[in-house]
């Protein structure tokens, strides 16, 4: 228990946790900022007032056209093109005109306001928000790892407890508190800011029961998503034992990695679903629960769908994040530290 | 004296791929007895720090045994690590944190009292350093800063890698009077790898000499020095033309003794007696202008039992044999255990 708290404190006590910290507070703030002055909760008088005058300038454009059927024909008209156009010009001259002028244009086709659904809207904010508070503590704890191996304070620690095992499940526990606490501070955080901002600037909507068990179960899911990629990004750096590589690895399979699956999925028709190929498939079916992919029968063109669950996803997700795990176990308790 | 350390046979061989095998420990032994400062010295390469990383569970081993207090190490080690302060090559800490904060959390990690932190920095003079993140500290401070992580526990056993390294003269004056101080007044026993030997000869109550893997000697200091003094005599002539001439006498007199002539002088070793000598080259009318004996100190006795001795006209990088002296360790030790005190392995 004392070695947990002394790496949770170490851990806590980092610089790159105090700058990450700020980054995700502040990087929620302006998504915040974005939605307050992006989001309305309806026109005001002026909105409406210049929508009416600009209505009431293309009805009376219209009426104007209505009313002259050579209206496109005059020598000085800037229109005389649609008589030559090919969609235009075959239509009876009133629809030409309504096509042009907008005919019976009301004030709502000119108001354009946004209005922030936080019911519709705010669980992928608060589920993006978990995933990069998730990413960013998996590359922390990757960090917090690979500079205590590069620094030589791993060594130093093994000389005051030599069980690698307590060692190395101290490390893993801190990282895991860490992102726990991280995920679910960033979460209440999330959700206050984005409900206030829907109060205020739009509508929160209708989060009745089953909105609150369907949120929960998805955000919920994408906090241990959040866990598991922290013991991946601890176990790459225990195996690589330097942040560098842990990162390397990370970064490369997130650009280099996905971008080859990308190709094979496209060369590949003997794969009947090669969208299975990329992790995101499985990280989107464990976060929404469900995932139909088909496949299109070049032939009669008839779908064969396939359905991934949150368990099937949770199932391949967990058996390589144990992979990971175990590797870095065995490499811990087995290689020689230095 | 119980022995506080007890290797036997220990065996360590690195091994990479495309690359031939490097026998870092070939059946290395060692004793250290309690309440002593005991010297682990060495060439380079000759397997200092890997049998220290072997004893604190650092490395595998692939072959003999360790104990520490009577436990079998590596697998007792959890069980005697609380009574072990160590510190294994050079000092490296995380470079942001401050000394205080660094031995804060190896307090806290071993459940140490808070107040043991302010004790040790005080101990190893770094008290109004303490605040200062690492990055900023010297080689010497760091030194200290290592040495006080070790002395956090309260060690009845301190394992020190080259503790004077980056240390000014008035800190290797602090640092051996703090583990003299240790070792005579606290009963704690001190172990101690060093290229210093002079400082080891200051410092150390006995020692172990290592090459390439194995041990060549152990013993006390003062007798492993002694073992190899006062045998060697200096003489020159006061003709120095004759000196051939006395060579053939000398070795024609007694068997058992060996000259050699270096320049204008003889160097005579295996003599009963200075005056022996004497009397010998003048019963054949060659008369003496000089006699002295020579006393090696720790230095000429390292370089000559791990055979790193500079020899005229051969250059020598550090850590490698002389030519032509690349015996095994095991033929170098037998030729130790005939020619000089001490307890030879």
Known sequence: ???????????????????????????????????????????????????????????????????????????????????????????????????????????????????????????????????????????????????????????????????????????????????????????????????????????????DGPWWEHTLARVGRTAVLALGMTVIGSALAMLGRHTAIAGGVIVGYLTVGELLVTFVRFGASGIKYPDLLSLYTWIGAWIEGRMRLDHWDPVTGASDPMVLTATDAGLLLGAIMLVFAGLATWSFAKRDAA | MPSVIEISGLRKTYRKLLRQPHNALDGLDMEVAAGQVHGFLGPNGSGKTTTLRALLGLIGTDGGTMRLFGEAVPRRLPHVIARIGAVVESPQFFRHFSGRLTLQLLA???????????????????????????KGYSLGMRQRLAVAQALLKQPELLVLDEPANGLDPAGIHHMRALLQWLAHEQGVTVLVSSHLLSEVQQLCDSMTIVSRGRRIVDGKVADIIAGHSGSQLSVRLADAGQIREAVEVLVGAEGGVSVAAERERLVVTGAPEAAWVTKTLADAGLYLSELTTETKNLESVFLELTGTAPQAGQAVQVGQPVPGTEETPAAAATAAETAIGGDQR
């Open chain 1, 1 to 207: 228990m004392n070695l947990f708290k002394a790496e949770l404190h170490r851990i806590a006590r980092r610089r790159l946790t105090l700058l990450f910290g700020l980054l995700a507070v502040g990087a929620l703030l302006v998504m915040t900022a974005i939605m307050w002055f992006n989001s309305s909760t309806g026109p005001s008088g002026a909105d409406l007032a210049a929508a009416q005058e600009m209505a009431d300038a293309a009805n009376a454009q219209y009426e104007t056209c209505a009313a002259d059927e050579d209206y496109f024909a005059a020598p000085d008209s800037e229109y005389s093109w649609v008589e030559e156009d090919p969609v235009l010009g075959e239509m009876p001259h009133e629809q030409a005109c309504a096509e042009l002028f907008w005919g019976d244009s009301q004030p709502e086709d000119f108001i354009y306001v946004y209005t922030f659904q936080f019911d519709q809207e705010g669980v992928f904010l608060l589920i993006g928000v978990a995933i990069v508070t998730g990413l960013l503590v998996m590359l922390l704890a990757a960090s917090a790892i690979g500079a205590e191996w590069s620094s030589g304070g791993m060594a130093n620690l093994m000389v005051w407890h030599p069980n690698r095992l307590k060692v190395w499940g101290a490390k893993l526990a801190a990282a895991l508190v860490l992102c726990a606490v991280a995920v679910a501070a960033m979460l209440v955080l999330a959700f206050a800011l984005l409900y206030l901002t829907a109060s205020v600037r739009g509508d929160t909507g209708t989060m």
């Open chain 2, 108 to 134: 806290e990690s071993a459940g140490l009292a808070p107040a043991r932190v302010d004790e040790v920095l005080e101990q190893v003079g770094l008290r109004d350093q303490a605040k200062q993140s690492v």
